[in-house]
């Protein structure tokens, strides 16, 4: 199974990247997944089911110690075309 995951971190500062969006971008890009898009207000990632969980598991638990006070996600199966 496969599975995409958009998720932001809060509360956004316009100025400099927070700690915990900073963390949230170094656990993704060290994770082992398919895909990484990352933006100024959201990431998306793309993998194989354990290893996005896994990354989610991570994300959620090192975010909300380096500051994060939400973390907004949106998880969805998708199929090996990536629909």
């Known amino acids: 199974m496969r599975l995409r ?3 932001t971190t809060e509360p956004f ?16 890009e060290a994770a082992d997944l398919d895909a990484v898009d990352v933006g100024p207000f ?16 991570a994300v959620l638990r090192r975010t909300l110690q380096s500051g994060a006070t939400r973390v907004s996600l949106q998880l ?8």
């Open 5 to 7: 995951v958009e998720f």
């Open 76 to 83: 969805n199966v998708v199929g090996e075309d990536g629909r």
């Open 13 to 28: 500062d316009l100025d400099e990247p927070p700690a915990h969006a900073l963390v949230a971008r170094e656990v993704i």
């Open 42 to 57: 959201g990431n998306t990632v793309e993998g194989r089911a354990d290893a996005v969980l896994a990354a989610v598991d």
